[in-house]
């Protein structure tokens, strides 16, 4: 608790000659670009596909301009996407009759698709260069620093997929292929429609790399760049923590109705040897972001704390 208290003195410390001054931006900006979910997984092949941002900021700056410090509160959409073209399983269990079987199947054509929706905290340190007397209303900028994300809405869905199936039964050392009544055979298993899932806050670094470009009268600017979001941590909790799972594996057999295959995410399955197929998985965004900023200046001889400084 001392260590987090001394922590975040410093940073106040440090953060403190930024809030003091007497220049501030507001600006709303909005983006888009690529979007995925980088997958530490076992199986599948990453999809990219197209994501968008938007929302407003508070901009703190130094005396001469070429620092500022950044927050604010964006919307930011992520999109992901995930395939399998085969892939095997298989799993003790036991048939309708109680017999121990090890269930085997193959799947082939497999797809699932998530759709989050992210309310992000930025904090950022903006850097711009000095200029010169030629081009000084237009300058260059970095931003660098984080985001803090709060999931505001997860939905996931699975797409139909072909499945082929056989059991082996210990007893008989026997593996059969049929009857299909058995759940032996090949089969077409539906996919699942949107549902919603959780997802964990996530952590962001970011990189934004751009011109600031003077509108009118020293007050309104134009910031266009290229941003770069990545994921720093997992954002998929345990499955049994969420309701989109039904079950270890990405085929479930059910002996009471050995024809009705439910179908997982490949998010909560296991492969045979028991292990999350998906072990990790975090956001990446990367594309074009606009933003419009009013600035604000009051000078510092009329503000009596600002003569101190």
Partial sequence: MKKNTKIFGLLLCALLPFFLCAQHEVSLDGGGGISMMLYRSSAGKKQINIGYSGGFSYSFFSQNRTVAFRTGLEITSYQAALQLNSMKDAYDTRDQDGEPINFRYTINDYSENISALYLQVPLFLQFMNRGNDAVSKHRFYTNVGFKVGIPVRAELNVSSMNMTSSGYYYNYENEIFMPAFMGYGNFDVGG???SKIKLNVSILANVELGM???????????????????????IVPAASNNSNSTGDHLINYNP??????????????????????????????????????????KPADKIKWARRF
Avoid at 213 to 220: G, P, R, S
Avoid at 222 to 228: E, K, N, Q
Avoid at 267 to 296: N, W
């Fill in 192 to 194: 699942t429609t949107a």
């Fill in 212 to 234: 600031r470009w003077h509108l009118y009268n020293n007050a309104l600017f134009l910031y266009t760049g290229l941003y770069c979001d990545y994921g720093l941590n997992n």
């Fill in 256 to 297: 009471e109705d050995p024809t009705a295959f439910t179908s997982n995410s490949l998010l909560f399955a296991k492969d045979e040897d028991g292990a999350r197929m998906v072990k990790r998985i975090a956001p990446l965004a990367a594309g074009l972001r606009i933003r419009i900023g009013l600035f604000m200046e």
